[in-house]
C-alpha cells in the first residue's frame, strides 16, 4: 500500500514537472520573434544611421530566421521615429536604432516631448560608440590644445566654436570644454557639418566641434588641424590625435553612440533574443570593418548594460545642458 502511494506520488510528480516544462516551452516560444522585423530609423538614408542600421538588418535575418527591413522616418531630430516605436505592439517586430540624443538629449532639452525613454522604450542593446574631435583652419597658430587655450586667452573677441546645430551634442561637448578650460566660449551654430568646415576653412569661426570621421578628410589633406578626440581612449581612426584628457583637460569626455530599443512591455524573452542577434551580428569581422570605416567602434553589451549607459550619461550631460541654458522650446 505505502509503495504504492508512493509511486503514485512519483508519477503526479514527473507529470507536474513535465506540464510545467511544457508550460515553460510554450511560453518561451511565444516570445520569440515570430514574425518579420521592421528596424525604423528617424534620420534620411544615406547617413550613418541609416548605414549602420542596413548592416545590422543584413545579419540579423539571419540570426532572427526573420526578414528584417529598414524604415527610414526622419524628421525632428529622431523624435517621429521615437513616437512610432512608442505606438508600436511589443511583440519584437518592431524595433528602432537611434543615437544618444533621442533617449538622453532630447529629454534634457525638450519640456515636451511625445515619449518618456524611461517609460515608453525598452532597452535592447548598444550598438557602437563614434567619437568628436575639435579642428582649427590648418594656418591657424595653436599646433595642440594647450596653445589653442593659451590663445583664447590671447583673443577673447575670437574666443568661440562652431558646431553644426544649437542643442547637439557638439555644441554641449562645447560648453564642457570652456567649463573644464575655465573659459567663457561663445557658441556659433551652423546649419549642418558642411556649412560649419567651410567657415572654419574660411576663418569664420575659431574652432570646430563635429563628428570626427566627418573631419577626417579634411585633416588628412591638410585643410584643418584636428587638435582632440572626445573619447577616453584614442580614436582607432587616428591615433596620432590626443583625447583631451591626454590633452590637459581631465574629466572633458563624452561620446555619441547608437543603441536599438524595443516598445515597453516588450516580453523579456524577446529582448533577450534580440539581444543575443544584435551581439553575434556586432561580433562579425566584416560588420566590425565596415563600422570602422563609419568611424563607428562597435559595442554590445546586454540590455543592462544599455540602460545603465543611459542612466550614466544623463548625468554626465545634465548639468552641462543646464549650464548652456539651452532650451529647444
Keep these: 500500500m505505502h509503495l504504492t502511494r508512493c509511486h503514485t506520488v512519483a508519477r503526479s510528480i514527473r507529470t507536474a514537472g513535465l506540464a510545467a516544462t511544457l508550460v515553460f516551452a510554450a511560453l518561451a516560444?511565444?516570445?520569440?520573434?515570430?514574425?518579420?522585423v521592421k528596424l525604423v530609423v528617424g534620420f534620411a538614408p544615406?547617413?550613418?544611421a541609416d548605414i549602420a542600421a542596413r548592416l545590422l538588418a543584413e545579419r540579423l535575418k539571419d540570426e532572427l530566421k526573420q526578414t528584417v527591413t529598414v524604415e527610414n522616418k526622419p524628421g525632428a531630430g529622431g523624435r517621429i521615429a521615437a513616437e512610432m516605436l512608442k505606438?508600436?505592439?511589443?511583440?519584437?517586430?518592431?524595433l528602432m536604432l537611434a543615437p544618444i540624443v533621442v533617449p538622453?538629449?532630447?529629454?534634457?532639452?525638450?519640456?515636451?516631448?511625445p515619449y518618456d525613454p524611461l517609460v515608453d522604450f525598452a532597452p535592447v542593446a548598444h550598438v557602437a560608440n563614434f567619437q568628436f574631435a575639435l579642428s582649427v583652419n590648418a594656418t591657424h597658430p595653436a599646433k595642440n590644445v594647450a596653445e589653442l587655450l593659451a590663445w583664447f586667452k590671447a583673443n577673447p573677441t575670437?574666443?568661440?566654436f562652431g558646431t553644426p546645430a544649437p542643442g547637439s551634442l557638439p555644441h554641449f561637448f562645447g560648453v564642457m570644454i570652456a567649463r573644464g578650460?575655465?573659459?567663457?566660449?561663445?557658441?556659433?551654430?551652423?546649419?549642418?557639418?558642411?556649412?560649419?568646415m567651410t567657415a572654419l576653412m574660411g576663418n569664420q569661426v575659431s574652432t570646430a566641434i563635429d563628428t570626427l570621421v566627418d573631419q577626417i578628410e579634411l585633416h588628412r589633406g591638410g585643410k584643418v588641424r584636428l587638435l582632440a578626440s572626445s573619447g577616453a581612449q584614442r580614436s582607432p581612426l587616428l591615433a596620432d590625435v590626443p583625447?583631451?584628457?591626454e590633452a590637459g583637460l581631465k574629466g572633458v569626455e563624452g561620446?555619441?553612440?547608437f543603441a536599438v530599443y524595443a516598445p515597453a512591455k516588450t516580453p523579456e524573452a524577446t529582448v533577450r533574443q534580440i539581444n543575443a542577434a544584435i551581439n553575434t551580428a556586432l561580433a562579425a569581422p566584416e560588420v566590425r570593418e565596415r563600422f570602422a570605416k563609419l568611424g563607428l567602434e562597435p559595442t554590445g553589451g546586454s540590455a543592462a548594460d544599455l540602460a545603465a549607459l543611459m542612466k550614466r550619461d544623463t548625468e554626465r550631460w545634465a548639468p552641462v545642458v543646464k549650464a548652456s541654458g539651452f532650451k529647444a522650446d
Design 255 to 257: 561620446t555619441s553612440w
Design 87 to 94: 505606438n508600436a505592439p511589443a511583440d519584437g517586430a518592431t
Design 181 to 196: 578650460a575655465a573659459l567663457d566660449l561663445v557658441h556659433v551654430p551652423y546649419n549642418g557639418g558642411g556649412p560649419l
Design 104 to 113: 538622453v538629449l532630447a529629454p534634457l532639452v525638450f519640456s515636451k516631448l
Design 29 to 36: 516560444a511565444s516570445a520569440q520573434v515570430d514574425k518579420p
Design 158 to 160: 575670437a574666443a568661440n
Design 46 to 48: 544615406g547617413g550613418s
Design 243 to 245: 583625447t583631451f584628457a
